[in-house]
């Protein structure tokens, strides 16, 4: 018959459980104190590179992109800081006049498109409102989407719709695009089209036809697309956010 451990066994096993928390406990504080350092020691560094090449981050874009990228790795926004070392070095400037640009395009193309511009053509606008004088600074899509999220602050009025792969639409009208609103997006720029039908979906989404008719009659209603019954088969739905892309297609 096996013996059971007894109650000294118990005792000494429970302690040495115990021993091995404390040191994995320990262990754990003192990893997080060195990774603490660390990023201490790389914020400083990078706060440094920010001060000596603040002219850099604002003209060059793709130095300006890996900048971003490695304020993101350590969680610093200094778009987000408006007090202290990253105010002085006024790198948010670039996107708070870049954002208020944006809005003057959005506002001077709204009647057309109801609010709904692909992100190349903002670009294309800017490049030319912007000119390319003594002081031009290159604007990249990246530059856009980071001026376009801070926008945010004005409420739902201005967002960002994925519509494929490095394909955007910004809209700066208020009011929520849902699941079925993005999906009759994305069809529409499939091969740089710019329209689609009630068919289409219903055969490339699988969809009934009243979710079709709903999806399309609210975008209608909303000004984002344009109806063409010219069509002897079917009604189509044209997007003119999507209508540069159609034709430099």
């Not at 409420?155 to 910004?170: A, D, E």
């Amino acid at each position: 018959m096996r013996r059971r451990p007894g109650v000294g066994a118990i005792h000494k096993q429970k302690l040495q459980q115990e021993k091995y928390k404390e040191k994995g406990s320990e262990i754990q504080e003192g990893q997080l104190i060195q990774m603490t350092r660390q990023l201490d020691v790389f914020r400083e560094n990078l706060e440094e590179f920010a001060a000596n090449h603040k002219n850099e981050i604002r003209k060059n874009a793709q130095f300006r992109r890996q900048f971003q990228e490695m304020c993101s790795a350590i969680g610093v926004d200094p778009l987000a800081s408006g007090k202290g070392f990253w105010s002085v070095l006024g790198i948010g400037d670039f996107y708070y006049e870049l954002g208020v640009q944006i809005v003057e395009v959005c506002l001077a193309t709204n009647y057309k498109n109801g609010g709904l511009i692909s992100l190349d053509e903002l670009r294309t606008r800017l490049v030319t409102a912007r000119g390319k004088g003594k002081h031009h600074q290159e604007i990249t899509l990246d530059d856009l989407l980071a001026a376009v999220k801070k926008l945010r602050i004005f409420g739902n009025g201005f967002s960002v719709v994925h519509v494929g792969k490095g394909k955007w639409l910004v809209q700066s009208v208020p009011g929520e695009l849902n699941m079925d609103h993005t999906a009759v997006l994305q069809q529409a720029s499939n091969s740089n089209r710019a329209w689609i039908s009630a068919n289409l979906l219903k055969n490339e989404l699988s969809w009934e036809d009243a979710r079709c008719q709903k999806a399309l009659q609210y975008m209608v209603k909303e000004g984002l697309a344009w109806i063409d019954t010219q069509d002897a088969d079917e009604k189509l739905y044209w997007f003119p956010s999507m209508f540069a892309a159609c034709v430099s297609a």
